[in-house]
């Protein structure tokens, strides 16, 4: 097994980590990065991002992610696909684990992201793959002239049930409440939209289907009545949590799990820093996480600075 030692490891290759590369490698710090699971994060998974400026005509996520690798590369960043799956921060270098070796890391950004929130209802894992999905770029395809029903009130929800309109045949979305959170662009493309229905007050109590997905049963919140609801499709978009599971104990986070940090993108660890999701339940935006981790690439390059004035 082979030990690299870096000035900068950034963890998660999402519009926070990339961008975190990009900076630190135009800081001459050759930062290397681990992509995580996801190259791109979950901006890649975004068929058309709509509101990162620069694009007028709107970008997809994948090409999105693709030109901030490239941007970083050009600078000298590496991106290794490769996964962190334990990390020793008592001590400089830090230490982290992963299948191919061991890094040691002077500085370490995390930028490691969140996942989808599941129903954790009867049926869903089961029928996951087989008609119930979190990723609507991955699997919209999948559902041509096809039914589909949305869970959720919020933007992911409402932005991607536009996008499955391309696809289904009729898109009908959930929600629990009467009131959405989403924004009023959004909701008012969903309610001139044709093929779009609404439910409201109601929630999905079960997902129905052996092989594959037939149908959902539904409970309204306010009368208690059952129903079921013939479809092919389920797509959840109910929220993410942060995936900082690694980080228990050694970091300090939220009580929902969201890594804490100052306005510098400083952890509770003197040269750790995080960005994007992980540390940012409120605007999950391409551009506020590429805006995190441009700082915290700024701030683990001061923090080298320091240590090597006083070292060096
Ligand atoms: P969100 O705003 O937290 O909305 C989650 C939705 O899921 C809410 O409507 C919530 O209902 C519902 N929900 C949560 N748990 C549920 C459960 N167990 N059963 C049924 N429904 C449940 O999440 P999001 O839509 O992923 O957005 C997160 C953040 O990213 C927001 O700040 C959003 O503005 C931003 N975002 C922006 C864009 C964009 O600008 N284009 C796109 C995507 C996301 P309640 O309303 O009743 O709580």
Redesign the pocket.
Same mark, same amino acid.
């Given at each position: 097994m082979t030990e690299k030692h870096v000035k900068v490891l950034v963890l998660g290759s999402g519009p926070a980590g990339l961008s975190a590369a990009l900076y630190a490698a135009r800081a001459e710090l050759e930062p290397i990065v681990l992509t995580g699971m996801q190259l791109g994060g979950q901006a890649a998974l975004t068929h058309t991002i709509?509101?990162y400026p620069g694009f007028p005509e709107g970008v997809g996520g994948a090409q999105l992610g693709e030109l901030f690798q490239k941007q970083a590369e050009n600078f000298g960043a590496k991106v290794e696909f490769n996964m962190a799956h334990e990390v020793d921060l008592s001590q400089r270098p830090f230490t982290v684990k992963t299948d191919d070796g061991d890094y040691k890391a002077e500085t370490l950004i995390v930028t490691t992201g969140a996942n989808p929130?599941h129903?954790e209802i009867p049926g869903e894992v089961e029928l996951t793959g087989r008609g119930v999905s979190y990723c609507a770029t991955c699997d919209g395809w999948f559902f041509k002239d096809k039914r589909v029903v949305i869970?959720?009130?919020?933007?992911?929800?409402f932005?991607e049930a536009l996008f499955i309109t391309r696809y289904a045949s009729s898109v009908t979305l959930i &929600?629990? %409440?009467e009131?959405?959170?989403?924004?009023a662009i959004?909701q008012n493309r969903a309610k001139e939209h044709p093929k779009m229905n609404f439910i409201l007050d109601t929630?999905v109590t079960e997902v129905v289907g052996t092989d594959k997905l037939t149908a959902l049963k539904l409970k309204n919140v306010k009368t208690g009545q059952e129903s079921t609801f013939e479809t092919d499709g389920l797509f959840i978009?109910?929220?993410?949590t942060p995936n900082s599971q690694m980080f228990k104990g050694q970091l300090e986070m939220s009580d929902l799990g969201y890594v804490l940090v100052n306005d510098k993108m400083e952890t509770s660890v003197e040269g750790v820093y995080a960005a994007g999701e992980i540390a940012d339940p &409120?605007? %999950?935006?391409v551009i506020t996480s590429a805006g995190m981790g441009a700082a915290a690439a700024i701030q683990a390059t001061k923090f080298l600075e320091e240590k090597e004035t006083v070292h060096g």
């Open positions: 709509e509101n929130n129903l869970v959720g009130g919020g933007d992911s929800a932005e &929600h629990r %409440r009131e959405f959170r989403a924004g959004l929630v978009f109910i929220g993410h &409120h605007f %999950r935006q």
